[in-house]
């Protein structure tokens, strides 16, 4: 992957990191974990285009943010509560209230959550799915991914040449890395919602 990567940005420059970039929110692939450090790591060997490789992978994310955010709106959230799982798990009355609280008061949990593969793109649904207002999405969605597309992108760039040297060993890095930022995500929203009473 890194070799097409690097032929794609090579060929068509920012424009092929603006669509990769807009697919990576989108669709989830390819990863922005690899995606951003190879961007990074061009950027060095060209000498160019940084700062404005991190404006648009960041300026591209968001907009596909949107894709899933208006995926969420049309399909609302009142559904979620037919689903045994869920009924099991959560009282109609505590679920409404986490409802409302990520509508505003906890909506900062878009920005957290920007900083967890796959779930990056995911939190987009349920903020559509509440109607949470567009300006305070936008806000914290662009300080998240802000953050993240900066990260990956100067550990491209400051590994310099050795990110080819050690590319293989940085993927076997990025999936270990995957599996217990899962794991994390999952133990820390269910100590959340227990803390705030919101599950059974």
């Known amino acids: 992957m890194l070799e097409i990567l690097n032929q794609l940005f090579l060929n068509h420059g920012l424009w092929a990191l603006f669509v990769i970039m807009f697919l990576n929110m989108a669709i989830f692939i390819p990863p922005s974990e690899i995606i951003l450090p190879t961007v990074g790591f061009l950027s060095y ?10 404006i648009v992978a960041t300026i591209a994310n968001l907009l ?6 208006f995926v969420g709106r049309k399909i609302g959230y009142h559904w979620i509560l037919k689903f045994k799982y869920i009924q099991k798990r959560f009282t109609e009355d505590s679920f409404h209230q986490m409802v409302k609280k990520f509508h505003k008061q906890e909506a900062h949990w878009v920005m957290v959550f920007r900083f967890f593969p796959l779930v990056r793109a995911f939190v987009s649904i349920p903020a559509g799915m509440v109607r949470m207002p567009h300006k305070i999405f936008i ?8 953050i993240w597309t ?12 050795s990110f080819t040297q050690y590319k293989i060993y940085i993927t076997l890095i990025l ?7 899962t794991l994390i995500f999952h133990s820390r929203i269910k100590k959340y919602l227990r803390k705030k009473g919101l599950r059974k």
């Open 150 to 161: 900066t990260i990956w992108i100067m550990i491209g760039y400051f590994l310099g040449a």
């Open 175 to 181: 999936v270990i890395f995957l599996i217990i930022s």
């Open 45 to 54: 060997t060209s000498g160019s285009y940084l700062i404005l490789a991190i």
């Open 139 to 146: 806000i914290y969605s662009a300080i998240g991914i802000i």
């Open 64 to 69: 596909g943010t949107y894709v899933w955010y």
